[in-house]
Nanobody, 124 residues
């Protein structure tokens, strides 16, 4: 089992920045591919970013490319999502997710473990 706890969400004005953190505990963390997803009210959960266990493979949704940066610190069992130039359409609950393998993918169904989510609200 892997337990994931997100933090760092909040209210920010458009153009501002937030840094989300996801602290993992339980099974060995460094061998898990990790991802961030988000879900806005009335919408499907969507992929935001993903990172391989080594950090060597990283993927972003087109909507956040160039504005968001995913990273991980395996020594601290933590994954980060740095969000810059935030837009009102980035408003959503952001979820951290972990796979049971080292292979990074962008499909939510392939992630076995999920955090409880953290709310990000961007005002215009």
């Amino acid at each position: 089992q892997v337990q994931l706890v997100e933090s760092g969400g909040g209210l920010v004005q458009a153009g501002g920045s937030l840094r989300l953190s996801c602290a993992a505990s339980g099974r060995t963390f460094s061998r898990n591919a990790m991802g961030w997803f988000r879900q806005a009210p009335g919408k499907e959960r969507e992929f935001v970013a993903a990172i391989s266990w080594s950090g060597g493979s990283i993927y972003y949704a087109d909507s956040v490319k160039g504005r968001f940066t995913i990273s991980r610190d395996n020594a601290k069992n933590t994954v980060y999502l740095q969000m810059n130039s935030l837009k009102p359409e980035d408003t959503a609950v952001y979820y951290c997710a972990a796979r049971t393998t080292i292979v990074v993918v962008t499909t939510a169904a392939f992630y076995a473990y999920w955090g409880q989510g953290t709310q990000v609200t961007v005002s215009s």
